[in-house]
C-alpha cells in the first residue's frame, strides 16, 4: 500500500474574499472574450481515470473534462470560490468532488492518480516547489501532469515590468498571483518528464498584459518510483481516497 502523508491544514489556508468575488465575476467573461476556454478544453482533452485537479477556482475546467474522466478530485483552499465550484459540479459531464485543502498538502493518498491537472494557479501557491512534489506523489508512475499557466515573459522589458509587479503591487491585488514565476522550470525541477508544450498569449491582443505570457503543455511523472517518493512515510491523517467532501459533492 503507498504511504500516506499527513495533511492537517486549515481547511481556509488561503482566503481572499474581495478577489475571489472579482474573480467569480470576471473570470467567465474572460474565458468567453479573450479564448481562454479554448484553452481549457485542448488542456484536458484525451484524459482518463481518476484526476486531481489544484486551485480549481469556481470551476471552469470542469465542463471540459472528457466522459472517458472516471472521477476529478478538485482541490480549492477559498471558501467563496469553494463554493461555486460546489455548484458547477453538479452540472458537471462527470463525477467531480470539491475538497478544501491546499496544494502543498494535498487531502490523497500516494499514487492515486492517473493525471494532474494545474490551470492557472502555480502563480499563487506559497511554494511551488512543495506544491508540484505533491503532485508528483500523488501521480501513479508514468501518470499525466496537464498544465496551462502564466509565468515569465521571454522578452527582457516585459519581464522587468513582471519582477517588479510581484514585489509591490500585483501579488496584493491578484490574490496572492506572481506573474514572473517560471512554470516549465519548477516542473522540470520537481522530478517531471517535460513533454509537448506550447507558449501563448492569452489573451491574444497587440500589447500584451503582465500575466498574457502563458504556457500549456504536458509532463509525466517517470514510469519507474523513485524511492525518494517512499523515503518518509508519514502518519495517516485523514487520506482521501474517494472523497467525500463536507462541502458536498456531485
Known sequence: MPPLRSTRLPHDAVHHPVFARFYAKVSPIIDERGGVG?????????LSGRVIEIGAGNGLNF??????????????????LRRIAVEAAVRSGVPVDVV????EALPVKSEAF????????????????RALAELRRVLRPGGELRFFEHGRAEGLALAVTQHALDRTVWPVLFGGCHTA??????????????????RLRVPQTRVPTPASPCVLGVARRPPVADPAD???????????????????HA
Open 38 to 46: 479554448a484553452h481549457r478544453r485542448e488542456l484536458l482533452a484525451g
Open 63 to 80: 465542463p471540459y473534462y472528457p466522459p472517458t474522466v472516471s472521477e476529478v478530485v478538485a482541490i480549492e483552499p477559498e471558501r467563496g
Open 100 to 103: 478544501p485543502g491546499a496544494a
Open 114 to 129: 492517473d493525471a494532474a491537472v494545474t490551470s492557472l494557479v502555480l502563480c499563487s501557491v506559497r511554494d511551488v516547489r
Open 181 to 198: 514565476r517560471d512554470p516549465l522550470a519548477s516542473i522540470e525541477a520537481a522530478g517531471f518528464e517535460l513533454g509537448a508544450y506550447s
Open 230 to 248: 517512499s523515503a518518509n512515510p508519514a502518519n495517516p491523517a485523514d487520506p482521501v481516497d474517494s472523497v467525500d467532501s463536507a462541502d458536498g
